[in-house]
């Protein structure tokens, strides 16, 4: 089974900085490793997407973090990263990683979820 583990959430007030980080395991990712992104989830609020990276590194982000949040990834590691700065309390919310992957040549293009991280900013 593929399994994506998100780490660095936490608790901590407006303006400080997280890193977060999701390893993608046990899966096989020979074919293809595609676009991997980050989500999350406020109360009462659907998912959004917050960034994504293509395997290229091209990205994209949602006009609210521009400027402070930072996708990147290592396909050396099958690791998506998360760097958020000058956080607001607005970002509050339960932070999930996404994968596309295509595990064989003959399969279509999966996506594949982690679990979540909680990161609450306070004010």
């Known amino acids: 089974q593929v399994q994506l583990v998100e780490s660095g959430g936490g608790f901590l007030q407006a303006g400080g900085s997280l890193r977060l980080s999701c390893a993608v395991s046990?899966?096989?990712?020979?074919?293809?490793?595609?676009?991997m992104g980050w989500y999350r989830q406020a109360p009462g609020k659907q998912r959004e997407l917050v960034a994504d990276?293509?395997?290229?590194?091209?990205?994209n982000y949602t006009d609210s973090v521009k400027g402070r949040f930072t996708i990147s990834r290592d396909n050396a590691k099958n690791t998506v990263y998360l760097q958020m700065n000058s956080l607001k309390p607005e970002d509050t919310a339960v932070y999930y990683c996404?994968?596309?992957?295509?595990?064989?040549?003959?399969?279509?293009?999966?996506?594949?979820w982690g679990r979540g991280t909680q990161v609450t900013v306070s004010s």
């Open positions: 996404n994968a596309n992957l295509q595990l064989y040549s003959w399969s279509n293009l999966v996506a594949y």
């Open positions: 046990g899966g096989i990712f020979s074919i293809r490793l595609s676009t």
């Open positions: 990276i293509t395997s290229g590194g091209d990205t």
